[in-house]
Structures are given as structure tokens and as C-alpha cells.
């Protein structure tokens, strides 16, 4: 399988970016699918997650509210629309699929960078 993030760049504080994930390889609904991003000298976190055909979403609380995770089931794509965004939001954001059952099987993209900067 193989996941492909897109959409990064150098934004404004205040400013908005939305990332995008391709996906191919897997059978897209089988999969869990969840953004995560990784700071200089931090490690990984966990930004938002959305369960089967999206009508469960989850945030980290430092996003909640200015951060949307969707899917297009039809593309195969996870979304992340990212509004309002802070210096302290800069990393290389991950996308990750982990299947629904079978735990053990997940998969990662290379990652996007987002620096957010005046």
C-alpha cells in the first residue's frame, strides 16, 4: 500500500492550509485513517482520526475546533483542513491508515511539511 500527502507549505499565522492523503493498494474502507505530525525535537503526535465512512472524528485538544478531518471514499483520500493556524502547529504532518480488524496492519505516509511563520 501506499500513502501520499500533499498540500503543505509556508503559511501566515492565522492562515489555513488543507492537506490531502492519497491512497492506493488497500481497500480504502477497511481502513481507519488519522493525521499525525512530528515537531523538531518532539516526538509523534496524534492530530485527528476518522472512523469507517466518517461519522466518527476525533482531535487532539490543541486542534479541536480549527482542524477537519474528511475522507472521499470514491477517491480514496483523507483530508485535513487546517484553519486558524499557530507557529506552534509546525511539523511534517504524517498520514496514517491502520485497519479496522486487524490491528497490527497500518501504514504511513512520507510526510508534508506545514510551517507556520511570518
Known amino acids: 500500500a501506499q500513502l501520499v500527502e500533499s498540500g503543505g507549505g509556508l503559511v501566515q499565522p492565522g492562515g489555513s492550509l488543507r492537506l490531502s492523503c492519497t491512497t492506493s493498494g488497500l481497500t480504502f474502507s477497511w481502513f481507519d485513517m488519522s493525521w499525525y505530525r512530528q515537531a523538531p525535537g518532539k516526538e509523534r503526535e496524534f492530530v485527528a482520526s476518522?472512523?469507517?465512512?466518517?461519522?466518527?472524528?476525533d482531535y487532539a485538544e490543541a486542534v479541536k475546533g480549527r482542524f477537519s478531518i474528511s475522507r472521499n471514499s470514491a477517491k480514496s483520500a483523507v483530508y485535513l483542513q487546517m484553519n486558524r493556524l499557530k507557529p506552534d502547529d509546525t511539523a511534517v504532518y504524517y498520514c496514517?491508515?491502520?485497519?479496522?480488524?486487524?490491528?497490527?496492519?497500518?501504514?504511513w505516509g512520507q510526510g508534508t511539511q506545514v510551517t507556520v511563520s511570518s
Open positions: 476518522i472512523i469507517g465512512a466518517g461519522a466518527t472524528t
Open positions: 496514517n491508515a491502520k485497519h479496522r480488524w486487524e490491528r497490527l496492519e497500518e501504514y
